[in-house]
């Protein structure tokens, strides 16, 4: 079952430009984790949010939690042709040890 | 270097040819997963193992055998393909409560 969903499902952008992706969930969550996949390669973990932090940065990445809301957001600042790549979110139940993720956002940096 | 690896990252094989996926981290996680990617279905989990000698299904089970015998190893097994199984796979590993690290992938075609 998917607990995570993107939205949207495709953003392309210029340079230089801001790229804000949203997810959001269906049960309960220990911690919601971030990911980016380059065209068929495997996932890199960008960011984890824990169920009991509202706001996390990583260099130009910002991660925001509404529990109350069940929705995260990725926001990244400045792009860059680099930053092109699909992105994921992924749910921590905690119970299980499942991660289960979202279908991702295909995010396009244009030059 | 921490890492999961996968083996082969390409694969063609014929209906019913019995197969194995091999996969191996030296990070000596407890949890290891295989999901497996399709265009506009994101990641779907296969098997999941918390532990040697324990396992359990994800949500796509059908078709496809895990095992876990130490610690380092998650094998995917394929006793008899079928071209619905043609996809993208990945094994991951984590701690509890921690991100995942993905291995490259395999591409797996059946005919």
């Known amino acids: 079952s998917q607990q995570g969903e993107e939205d949207p499902q495709a953003l392309s952008i210029q340079e230089g430009e801001n790229a804000t992706m949203n997810c959001s969930y269906k049960?309960?969550?220990?911690?919601l984790q971030w990911y980016r996949q380059n065209s068929g390669r495997g996932l890199v973990h960008l960011i984890l949010?824990?169920?009991?932090?509202r706001e996390k940065h990583s260099g130009r990445l910002r991660v925001t939690l509404d529990t109350s809301k069940k929705s995260s957001s990725l926001l990244i600042t400045a792009s860059r042709a680099a930053d092109t790549a699909s992105y994921f979110c992924?749910?921590?139940?905690?119970?299980?040890?499942?991660?289960?993720f979202g279908q991702g956002t295909r995010l396009t940096i244009n030059p | 270097e921490a890492q999961v690896t996968q083996n082969p990252r390409y694969l063609i094989t014929v209906t019913g040819k019995k197969l194995t996926v091999t996969c191996s981290q030296n990070?000596?996680?407890?949890?290891m997963s295989w999901y497996r990617q399709d265009p506009g279905l994101g990641l779907r989990q296969i098997y999941y193992?918390?532990?040697?000698?324990?396992?359990d299904k994800g949500d796509v089970p059908e078709g496809y055998k895990v095992s876990r015998k130490e610690k380092r190893n998650f094998p995917l097994i394929l006793e008899s393909p079928s071209p619905n199984q043609t996809s993208l796979y990945f094994c991951?590993?984590?701690?509890?409560?921690?991100?995942?690290?993905f291995g490259q992938g395999t591409r797996l075609t059946v005919v």
């Open positions: 049960t309960s969550i220990n911690n």
């Open positions: 991951a590993s984590r701690d509890r409560n921690t991100e995942a690290f």
């Open positions: 949010i824990r169920s009991n932090e």
């Open positions: 992924a749910t921590d139940g905690g119970g299980a040890q499942k991660l289960v």
């Open positions: 193992s918390m532990n040697v000698e324990v396992t």
């Open positions: 990070m000596n996680h407890e949890y």
